[in-house]
């Protein structure tokens, strides 16, 4: 089973999203009750996907992601695409129509490893 990567830094955030092929970033925050309730339910989407890359990382610990990212609120669901943001969800995520951009970005991944 693949787990989410934490990460502590900026450049382990831009190196992330920065390679070939999908990623995905859970951005949140202490505190955050939406983001302590929603982790769970996106956890195991994530988990069904391991041709995209999954990893986690706390605004406390990264304060320069805000700026970088332009985020503003917490939690933040960023996929990626040989390194362009292709979906963002942000705060109170439909959690079906999240499901099913995973799903197409990985048909996606898979269908261009085939080839």
């Known amino acids: 089973m693949v787990e989410f990567t934490r990460l502590t830094s900026i ?3 831009q190196s992330w999203y920065s390679v070939q092929g999908a990623s995905f970033l859970y951005v949140s925050s202490p505190n955050c009750s939406v983001c302590e309730s929603l982790f769970p339910q996106i956890e195991p989407i994530m988990l069904e996907h391991p041709e995209i890359r999954s990893a986690r990382v706390d605004v ?3 304060p320069e992601i805000a700026g970088a990212l332009s985020i503003f609120t917490a939690p933040v669901l960023l996929l990626f695409l040989d390194g ?6 942000a705060r109170i995520v439909p959690i079906e129509r999240f499901r099913r951009r995973v799903e197409q970005i990985g ?4 269908s261009e ?3």
């Open 11 to 13: 450049d382990a955030v």
């Open 60 to 62: 406390s610990d990264v």
């Open 84 to 89: 362009k943001e292709m979906h963002r969800e």
């Open 107 to 110: 048909e996606f991944v898979k």
């Open 113 to 115: 490893i085939i080839i």
